[in-house]
């Protein structure tokens, strides 16, 4: 298949576009490489496929409307993964503009570029940050998410309805993937398990919000990299038994579209993280103890039942073989 990847040179990006080379598919790489965090590790991450006889690179912005219409033009993709979207919760207080123009004003140019070429199957990233303040665990798909805390997942909230009405409109098959946090090697630096990482080995202290208590479903990146690809090669159908007078939030009687969680059923404490990554590193943590953040949850806990029975979908690594894992890549890639 030849498969249109946005964000290519990002955390989950790259791992997806490497596998889907390995298995022997055409990829086309979309990424703008912007300097949110380090660009020689983005550049890093491509290095691994760019010279791949399969691998074509765009190097553009999903908010160039003309950029990804010619994208599309040129290389008529059969099938779309969207992992493009400015990144970092917080960093949407400061920047609100920049996430509207990339995960809105962009996913509706990804839209655009489907309908024009009629891929077989959309693929989209969402987050578990839709659930908000919502509090009934496990989160399912079935829930309503109406009451997001953030404005990332505002934006993510409403690629899915996006995704819904051009499911609608123009026949696209599309399935969204609530991503639950992930990590392993070639992270990102803005995340917990890079940031711990880096000031432990420096004997510097982590800031441990919520003292440590909250809960996440943490998820091995390849796990969720296995479960992208199993998505994107099961297009949804319209559901004949969905009801419009009950109407079901996770899939549609209208168009052929689904929701689903993607992570780990078992959460794990944070204190527990950080237990686990001081074993993987030989070293204790300094830790300064604070409050939650603002627009942060208590917990995460994903139920991937809907995944599992659609794919079968279903994480292999502990918690404790993935942050060994990204400790080993971390020392080599760093030096450290």
């Known amino acids: 298949m030849k498969v249109l990847v946005t964000g290519t040179a990002g955390f989950i990006g790259s ?3 490497l596998k889907l080379l390995e298995r022997g598919d055409e990829v086309i790489g979309f990424d703008s490489l912007n300097d949110y965090y380090d660009v020689n590790l983005k550049k890093a991450r491509l290095a691994r496929f760019m010279e791949h006889p399969n691998y074509t690179h765009v190097h553009a912005d999903l908010a160039d409307r003309a950029a990804v219409e010619s994208t599309f033009t040129i290389h008529q993709p059969q099938r779309v993964i969207n992992l493009a979207a400015q990144a970092g919760v917080r960093y949407a207080a400061e920047n609100p503009h920049i996430y509207v123009a990339s995960n809105v004003t962009g996913f509706l140019h990804i839209l655009e570029g489907c309908r024009r070429v009629g891929v077989d199957h959309l693929v989209y990233a969402s987050t578990s940050s839709v659930y908000g303040a919502n509090r009934a665990m496990p989160f399912s798909e079935h829930q309503p998410t109406e009451h997001p805390l953030t404005l990332y997942a505002a934006t993510k909230k409403a690629n899915e309805q996006m995704a ?5 409109l123009y026949g696209i098959p599309s399935s ?13 630096p803005d995340m917990a398990l890079f940031l711990f990482t880096k000031a432990i080995l420096a004997g510097e202290p982590i800031k441990v919000f919520n003292h440590g208590h909250h809960k996440r479903s943490f998820t091995y990146v390849d796990d969720i990299v296995e479960g992208v690809i199993r998505t994107l090669d099961a297009a949804p159908a319209k559901d004949s038994h969905w009801n419009a007078l009950s109407p079901d939030p996770a899939r549609s009687g209208v168009a052929p579209y689904r929701l689903y969680n993607i992570g780990n059923e078992q959460p794990v404490e944070l204190l527990r993280y950080i237990d686990v990554l001081e074993q993987c590193l030989g070293r204790k943590a300094e830790m300064e103890l604070l409050p939650l953040q603002a627009g942060d949850v208590p917990d995460t806990e994903a139920d991937v039942s809907e995944l599992i029975q659609a794919v079968g979908y279903k994480p292999q690594v502990s918690v404790e073989d993935g942050v060994a894992r990204f400790v080993d890549w971390y020392r080599e890639y760093y030096g450290a």
Do not use: D
């Open 176 to 188: 969204g993937l609530r991503f639950f946090t992930v990590y392993g090697p070639w992270g990102r």
């Open 15 to 17: 791992h997806v576009a």
């Open 164 to 168: 819904h009405s051009y499911a609608h």
